[in-house]
């Protein structure tokens, strides 16, 4: 019968008087670290139950699998891999000689491109005088390029800090939001967002270009991480689980749930259950889990 892995975080694993069973890695066939983004944590709210999901409670597996989720809502790779912010994730990795990781899974590099998409693209002042062919037309390419070598060099960082190349690294590649008026409501906190609306309103993109240029901002992250696994220079023991065109997208003019997205930037129940399906099977794939 299918699991649902037992999620907690770094105080429950090492900090607990008191660890409980479900928590405790020795009373778990497979042990995972989670770390990353909204997406392994709460992402968003519903008025209508369950009012938040993520991927990582969208897993199943076949056996007992403890999960260490060092995931915070609206984290970078950037800040990911940046001192101090790694040390719960240094200290987990250098504790495998008593807690053998079996995988390392991340969620990093969407909030690094949502933060960084109005220095990307051109506003229409910049634009002036451009013939615009194709979205990458609206894109200030040298600073495309430098944000892409600046997420690679974060999770390089990143997997440097692993240290043992034993343990794989699994991430995700993120399918296609939708520009739109749709805030998250996070519980607690209240409305956040939208991001991506902002944005191509301030820079006055033509409304029938917003997808496409989206679209194109997430490829080249999505390429540049599949680079990562197979490209010239590859990570040792990296895999990169390409998510895009899973997604049914939401519809432009939408300002709630609307295909399997919940808000903007964040997929509903549905959605991330189908991602969290493709990241089984490459678990599965590499022997990390059963």
């Known amino acids: 019968m299918a699991k649902r892995p037992n999620i907690?975080?770094?105080?429950?694993?090492?900090?607990?008087?008191?660890?409980?069973?479900?928590?405790?890695?020795?009373?778990?066939?497979r042990n995972?670290?989670?770390e990353g983004d909204s997406w392994f944590t709460i992402?968003?709210?519903?008025?209508?139950?369950p009012w938040f999901t993520n991927i990582l409670y969208t897993l199943r597996f076949s056996e007992e699998v403890l999960i260490l989720n060092l995931a915070e809502p609206g984290d970078t790779i950037k800040h990911i891999s940046s001192?101090?912010?790694?040390?719960?994730?240094?200290?987990?990795?250098?504790e495998h000689t008593t807690t053998p990781w079996d995988a390392i899974i991340l969620s990093?590099?969407?909030n690094d491109l949502i933060d960084k998409a109005r220095t990307l693209i051109k506003n229409r002042l910049e634009r002036q005088g451009d013939i615009i062919r194709k979205?990458?037309?609206?894109?200030?390419?040298?600073?495309?390029?430098?944000?892409l070598q600046n997420i690679e060099n974060h999770y390089r960082r990143l997997a440097t800090i692993r240290g043992n190349h034993a343990i794989p690294i699994v991430l995700h590649t993120y399918d296609y939001p939708t520009p739109r008026d749709a805030p998250a409501r996070f519980f607690g906190v209240g409305l956040l967002g939208p991001w991506l609306y902002p944005c191509m309103k301030n820079a006055e993109i033509p409304k029938t270009d917003w997808q496409a240029l989206s679209d194109y901002l997430f490829d080249q992250l999505a390429v540049r991480l599949l680079s990562l696994e197979n490209g010239a220079n590859p990570i040792a023991n990296f895999h990169v689980v390409d998510t895009r065109h899973l997604l049914t997208r939401a519809a432009l003019d939408s300002t709630g749930e609307s295909g399997d997205w919940m808000n903007e930037i964040h997929p509903n129940k549905n959605g991330?259950?189908?991602?969290?399906?493709?990241?089984?099977q490459k678990l599965k794939m590499i022997n990390a889990i059963h």
């Open 43 to 49: 992402g968003g709210q519903s008025l209508q139950y």
């Open 272 to 280: 991330y259950k189908k991602i969290a399906h493709k990241i089984e």
């Open 32 to 34: 995972i670290i989670a």
């Open 8 to 29: 907690c975080d770094y105080h429950d694993v090492y900090e607990a008087e008191v660890t409980d069973t479900f928590c405790d890695p020795i009373f778990n066939k």
């Open 135 to 147: 979205p990458a037309d609206y894109c200030k390419q040298i600073e495309v390029n430098n944000f």
């Open 83 to 94: 001192m101090p912010r790694d040390q719960s994730f240094k200290f987990a990795i250098e």
């Open 108 to 110: 990093a590099g969407g």
